[in-house]
């Protein structure tokens, strides 16, 4: 499959979304990224049982915390799709961008 | 254990808004079992700080760390050699860190991040509740275990009063009436007749009415044992 998704997009992979934290989010925000987005399993196929659950919970959390900060909560989310779902890779990060991209540059820099 | 609340970030950042390098400093006694103010809570919260100043334009450096408990000087020393190197340090242990801190280190100021509320425990994740007012002579086995000082509205001792309806206390819709439990709990352990016992009046000088408390321990002042 040779998909395109936007350059501009770095991606960390994790075992799990699980494994990602509160303060992974935080730091990339921090360090100047315009949006962060975790792209974990379908809900109820965690291989892990619920890490994914856990992972919408922290987005949660960090959107409540731009959004107290005056920041928009959009430049934080979740989505979730399964490893076969090349296409829905591909589209999610163009939506992702395109949604940044409207909301333009963080103001923290 | 102690539970608390974390302040506002408005609160927080006002705090130190013009201070240039702090110190937010977790404990991992109570604070970190509540999830308020152990080394997660210390890292995010400086993530945030600096976060805020950056985006106001203004930004800080921020530190964070956490003791082993802020309420015992033999941690809190471990502070000694870097504490003069920030202009601030923003405590997230419940009220008596930050005291046992401004009391170790006089030149330094230290605020506290969090609101702290009552002793008690987690009825469910993310639920904790009261469940006693350290009173000082403690009397929960005459009422079935269920302390009415910390978990009455009111601290009655003789029975609940005329505001109790269906389990439910006046003051709060959302707080059971302690008193229905404890007379509810006597009736079906076939004890009722205990609540008629006439108790003597409490002697409130061993709570906060005698003003602030001290325990001594006599063998542990001489040493060692
Ligand atoms: S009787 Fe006093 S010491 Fe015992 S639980 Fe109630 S408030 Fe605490
Ligand atoms: S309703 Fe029950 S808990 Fe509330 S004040 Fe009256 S006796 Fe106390």
Known sequence: MRLSYPANIKIIQVPCTGRVDIIHLMSALEDGADGVYVAGCLE???????????????????????????????????YNLSSAQGARFAEIANDMVKQIRDLGPTPVR | MIVADRKSLEEILGMVADREKILILGCKGCVTVCNVGGLKEAEILASTVRIARKKEGKPVEVAHRVLERQCDNEYVTQLADTVADYDAVVSMACGVGPQFLSE??????????????????????????????????????????????????????????????????????????????????????????????????????????????????????????
């Open chain 1, 44 to 78: 109820g196929e965690c291989h892990y049982l619920e890490g994914n659950y856990k992972a919408k919970r922290k987005v949660a959390y960090v959107k409540n915390v731009l959004t107290e900060l005056g920041i928009e909560p959009e430049r934080v989310a979740m």
């Open chain 2, 104 to 225: 170790m280190y006089p030149d330094q100021v230290f605020f506290p991040a969090v609101n702290t509320t009552f002793f008690g425990g987690a009825v469910q994740h993310g639920v904790w509740e009261e469940r006693c007012a350290g009173c000082g002579a403690c009397g929960i086995h005459l009422f079935g275990g269920l302390c009415p000082i910390a978990r009455c509205a009111k601290s009655l001792l003789h029975g609940p009063c005329g505001g109790s309806a269906n389990g439910i206390c006046e003051v709060h819709k959302d707080t059971a009436c302690i008193w229905d439990a404890i007379v509810k709990k006597k009736m079906d352990t076939g004890h009722l007749e205990d609540l008629v016992a006439v108790k003597p009046f409490k002697d409130w000088r061993t709570a906060r009415d005698g003003g602030p408390r001290r325990s001594i321990r006599e063998e542990l002042v001489k040493g060692n044992i």
